[in-house]
C-alpha cells in the first residue's frame, strides 16, 4: 500500500510541468496525431466516371489536429495542474469503501426490483412502449449469456472463444424439434406446447455438446484453449450452413414463437387476449418473452451463486487459481472442467433457445464469431467472476448499440454516407481500452467470499491491489 | 498394516529423454519424519512429484500403505491420504485464507472443517487473523502456513514437503520447522520433508537421504548425515 501511494503522489508531482514543459509536450502531440491523421484522414478515394481519384483533406487534419492540441492543453491547465495532496489517498479509500459496502448491499436488490418493473416502467415513456421492452429483452437475453458464458471463463478460467455455438445449438435444437420432430412424433397437437418442453431439452443437448467439446481440450489451456473453442464455435455454424438436408443451410429456418401455455399471442379465438378476455395487444407478447428471460437469467444466476458455495463450485475457482494444486488435494480436475462446459454450455442452450422461441425464425448468420466475442467482452469488461459486474457491462455494450441507432439526428453535422450506427464497434473497443487503463479487473472487482467464519466480510481488490492479475 | 508407509523401489522418472530420477530407493515409516536434502536440480521435486504421479515414473514402484500407486492419478493419490505442500505454495491467491482451507478439506468431503479449521489455527495464529483475506496477500512465510495448513485439512496419514523454507526469513523458517516437529510429536503424523536448507532439515529427521543427480547418495538418521564431513562439506558450508 505505501508503495503504491508513493507512486501516485510521484505521478501527481510529475505533471506540475513548467510552460515550456507544456509547450514541448503540445508540439510532440501535434506530430504524433498529423502522422496518425495522414495515412488515416489525410486521403480520400473518390469514383470519378469509372476513374479512381485522389482527393486531399488538409483543412481536415489540420482542425483535426487542432482540437487535439487544445484539448491537450485544456487537459494541461485543469485537470492534470494539480498539487500533490499527501496522505489524500489513503483516507479517501477508506471512506470510498464503507460507501461501496453500503451500496454493494443493496444495489443487487435494487436492480432486481427495478428488473421485475422495468416493463411497466417504459410503458409511461412515449414513443417507447414496444421498443423499450424489445431493448429490455434484448439486453437481459445477452445479461443471461454472459452469465453463463461466466461459469466457464469468470469461475472455471477457461476462456472459450467459441460460447455462440451452444447458443446455436440451444436455437436449432427449438427450431428443429418444433417445426420437424415434435410434430412428426406426438402430432401437430404439441406445437403450441414445444417451447416448455424443448427449453429443457436444449439445455440437455447443449450441456452435452459442451462436455463434447470439454473432452478435446482437457489438457489445454489459455490461448491454446482459446484457438480451439474458437474453431469449435466455427465448426458448428460450418456444419449448420452445409448440412443443408437436415438444418436448411443460409435460408434459414421459420419456427412458430413461444405461446403462454399452448396460448398463442394473436388476435384470434383462442389465443391468450381471448382466454383471458382482454383485448388484444401486441404488447402482450413481449411482456411474456420479457419474464420468460427474466426468469431464466434468474435461474442462471440463483444456480452460479448456489453451485459457488458447493464443492464444484470452489473446485472451479481453485482451478482458476492453480491447476496443479488442485489435483494435489485430490480434486478431479477432468470432471470439474468438463462440468463447468456442461453446465455453461447448458445456459447457453436456454438462450438459444428462448432466441429462436422470440425471433421466429433462425439461421446460421445469428451465430457469428463476433457474437462470442460480445459476450466474452461484456464477462470482461464486467469483472470475470462477477456477475452484478456484468449486468453493468451488458447495459453498457448492448444498451450502447441501441443508443447509436438513436443518433439519427447526428446525421446533419458528419459527413454524408456516414451514419452514427456505423461507429457503434469503435466505441466498443474505446471502451475497451478505457477499461484496461482504469479499472484493469473490470467493473466490479468486488468478490464475496463463499465461507464465513463469524462475521461478514467483503473482500475488496481495491484493498488489496497486489494479488494475482 | 506394515511399519512401513511409503516405499519406493527403483524409481526412474523422465521428461521427455532426460532422466531426472535414476533408480531411486526410499521408505517412511509410520510416524516419523523423512527428509531428502540435495542441490539445486538434483531431482528432489521431481520425487516429490513423481510420488503424486505427476509425472509417472516410466519405471520402478510406489507403495503407500502396501497398495501401489505408481500408475494412479493424481487425485486418487491424494484420496489415499498423502496430502502435499507444494514447491512455490501454490496456495489460491483470489480465494480468501478460509477458502483455500476449505480446498485442503475437499478429499474428506469438509466432514471435520470445523473442527480441522481450528486445529490449523492453533499452530498457525496468524491465519485466523488473515481468514477474510485474499490469499495472495499473504506475506509469505504466511503463505507457506497456509500450504502446510491446506495440507493438514485433509487429515493425511503422510504429509509432504516440498521447501517449506523456500525464500522465507530465518525467523519464519525456524517458526515452520517448529511448526512441523510439533504435529510429528504430538499428532504422530508422518512427514516426507525436502529441502535445500540441510540444516534444519537434518536436525528434525529421524530417517535422512542426500540426492546427487538423480541417486541418492547417502541414506541414514538426520544426526549421522549431520555429523558426516562430506555432508557438512556440501550442503553445511557457510552455516546456517
Known sequence: MAATAKDTAFKAESRNLSPQEIARDLIGTAIITLLLLIPIVFYRTVMNQGTLLLQTRLPLVLGLTAAVVVGRLLLHLFVWQRAPEAGRASTASATRTDWRETVGKWIGPAMLVAAIFLPWIVQFIPGWERRGLGIAIYIMSYIMLAWGLNIVVGLAGLLDLGYVAFYAVGAYTYALLTTVYMPLWFGEGIVPWTFYIVLPLAGLLAALWGVILGFPVLRLRGDYLAIVTLAFGEIIRLVLINWFWFTKGPQGINVPKATFFGLPFADEPGSFSDFFGIPYNRLHFFFFLYYVILGLALLTYAMTNRLRRLPIGRAWEALREDEIACRALGINTTSTKLTAFAIGAMFGGFSGSFFAARQGFVSPESFVYIESALILAIVVLGGLGSQLGIVFAAILIMGSFELFRELGFLQAILPEGVEPIQFRMLCVGLGMVLMMRFRPRGLVTRRDPTVYLKEKKAVSADLVSQGHG | MS????????????????????????????????????????????????????????????????????????????????????????????????????????????????????????????????????????????????????????????????????????????????????????????????????????????RAYVMVNGRITMTGTGKELLAKPEVRAAYLEGGH
Not at chain 2, 501454490?90 to 476449505?102: D, G, K, S
Open chain 2, 3 to 206: 511399519d512401513i508407509l511409503l516405499r519406493g523401489t527403483g524409481v526412474e522418472t523422465f521428461y521427455g529423454k532426460i532422466q531426472a530420477l535414476k533408480g531411486i530407493d526410499f521408505e517412511v515409516r509410520n510416524g516419523e519424519i523423512a527428509t531428502l536434502i540435495g542441490s539445486n536440480g538434483a531431482g528432489k521435486s521431481t520425487l516429490m512429484m513423481t510420488i503424486f504421479g505427476s509425472p509417472r515414473a516410466r519405471s520402478g514402484k510406489i507403495e503407500f500403505d502396501g497398495h501401489d500407486i505408481t500408475q494412479l492419478p493424481t487425485h486418487d493419490i491424494a484420496r489415499r491420504g498423502i496430502a502435499q505442500s507444494p514447491e512455490g505454495r501454490r496456495i489460491f491467491p483470489r480465494m480468501t485464507v478460509l477458502e483455500n482451507l476449505q480446498m485442503g478439506a475437499t478429499v474428506n468431503k469438509m466432514a471435520f472443517f470445523d473442527e480441522d479449521v481450528g486445529q490449523v489455527y492453533k499452530l498457525f495464529p496468524i491465519l485466523e487473523k488473515r481468514s477474510m483475506q485474499r490469499a495472495g496477500t499473504l506475506s509469505g512465510g504466511e503463505q507457506q502456513m497456509l500450504a502446510i495448513g491446506r495440507a493438514l485439512m485433509a487429515r493425511p496419514r503422510l504429509l509432504l514437503l516440498d521447501e517449506p523454507s523456500l525464500g522465507l526469513a530465518p525467523i519464519i523458517v525456524k517458526a515452520i520447522f517448529e511448526a512441523i516437529r510439533e504435529l510429528n510429536a504430538s499428532r504422530g503424523l508422518s512427514v516426507f520433508l525436502v529441502e535445500q536448507n540441510a540444516f534444519h532439515a537434518l536436525r528434525l529427521a529421524h
